[in-house]
């Protein structure tokens, strides 16, 4: 990330800043002269100068992308169903456990009603979120002996 600090201008109170692009004046040169940049002043006293501060421009290389264009990606993404299903083979106190232990956030009201889905209706829906996290979701309940798989959800988001 490219960072442009300027520095300080010291104004009396009188001084008025009208900064035009190619003026001479100009208190920034190079690629940030041609912008409107909104700069703030910060008295020093009563009937006394003041002190310009010359903004922080920063700027994202070209490549990396910024943290509101992760969320808005991750938004789009179709969202996805981790589905648990009945087993013949583990304790209903275990597969708890195992939930409480995979999801994050997971309560154990949470976990128990899903338990307890799964095993009088054959199968439950553990959470809806992002297909890479609901894979792994997925692949860390089959670890600790789970029955789950993943479908895209019909709407709804994570």
Same mark, same amino acid.
């Given at each position: 990330?490219?960072? $442009?600090?300027?520095?300080?201008?010291?104004?009396?109170?009188?001084?008025?800043?009208?900064s035009?692009?190619?003026?001479r004046?100009?208190?920034?040169r190079?690629?940030?002269?041609? =912008?409107?940049?909104?700069?703030a002043?910060? $008295?020093?006293?009563?009937?006394?100068?003041?002190?310009?501060?010359r903004?922080?421009?920063? =700027?994202?290389?070209?490549? =990396?992308?910024?943290?509101? +264009?992760?969320?808005k990606?991750k938004? !789009?993404?179709?969202?996805?169903?981790v #589905?648990?299903?009945?087993?013949?083979y583990?304790?209903?106190?275990y597969?708890?456990?195992v939930? *409480?232990?995979?999801?994050?956030?997971? !309560?154990?009201?949470?976990?128990?009603?899903? *338990?307890q889905?799964?095993?009088?209706?054959?199968?439950?829906?553990?959470? #809806?979120c992002?297909?890479a +996290?609901?894979? +792994?979701?997925?692949?860390?309940? =089959?670890?600790?002996?789970l029955?789950?798989? #993943?479908?895209? $959800?019909?709407?709804?988001?994570?």
């Amino acid at each position: 990330m490219e960072t $442009a600090i300027c520095g300080r201008l010291a104004l009396s109170p009188n001084t008025v800043f009208n900064s035009k692009p190619g003026d001479r004046q100009s208190l920034c040169r190079g690629a940030y002269a041609n =912008r409107n940049i909104l700069m703030a002043v910060s $008295a020093t006293g009563p009937g006394k100068g003041g002190v310009l501060e010359r903004p922080v421009i920063e =700027r994202t290389s070209p490549g =990396r992308e910024s943290e509101f +264009d992760l969320r808005k990606k991750k938004k !789009t993404t179709p969202p996805y169903r981790v #589905i648990l299903h009945n087993d013949n083979y583990n304790k209903r106190e275990y597969v708890v456990q195992v939930l *409480m232990k995979v999801i994050p956030g997971m !309560t154990l009201d949470n976990a128990v009603n899903i *338990m307890q889905e799964a095993h009088y209706n054959g199968l439950s829906v553990v959470i #809806i979120c992002s297909q890479a +996290d609901a894979e +792994d979701h997925c692949m860390q309940l =089959r670890g600790n002996g789970l029955l789950s798989s #993943i479908e895209p $959800a019909s709407g709804g988001g994570c």
